[in-house]
Nanobody, 120 residues
Framework: QVQLVESGGGLVQAGGSLRLSCAVS????????MGWFRQAPGKERAFVAA????????YYADSVKGRFTVSRDNANNMVYLQMNSLKPQDTAVYYC?????????????WGQGTQVTASS
């Protein structure tokens, strides 16, 4: 079983930055991918970014490329999402998730989410 706990959300002005953290507990193997998703009010949950636990290959949604950076700290079982140049349309609840088989497969484990609000 894998548990995920997000932190670091908040209110920021458009153009500002935030860093989200995801504390990971449980057994994580090299095949795992750790992802970030977001859900805005009235919209479906959408993929934001992901990183392979072993090797660090990264994946990004087109809407965040060049602004967001996903990283991991294997030694401390942490995953991060650095968000720069935030826009009002980035406002959403952000979720950390884990996929046992890697990115492109179902994400099996989810955190509780953290609110990010970028005001105009």
């Amino acid at each position: 079983q894998v548990q995920l706990v997000e932190s670091g959300g908040g209110l920021v002005q458009a153009g500002g930055s935030l860093r989200l953290s995801c504390a990971v507990s449980g057994r994580i193997f090299g095949t795992y991918a750790m992802g970030w998703f977001r859900q805005a009010p009235g919209k479906e949950r959408a993929f934001v970014a992901a990183i392979r636990w072993s090797g660090g290959t990264t994946y990004y949604a087109d809407s965040v490329k060049g602004r967001f950076t996903v990283s991991r700290d294997n030694a401390n079982n942490m995953v991060y999402l650095q968000m720069n140049s935030l826009k009002p349309q980035d406002t959403a609840v952000y979720y950390c998730a884990a996929s046992a088989l890697g990115h492109g497969y179902d994400y099996n484990y989810w955190g509780q989410g953290t609110q990010v609000t970028a005001s105009s």
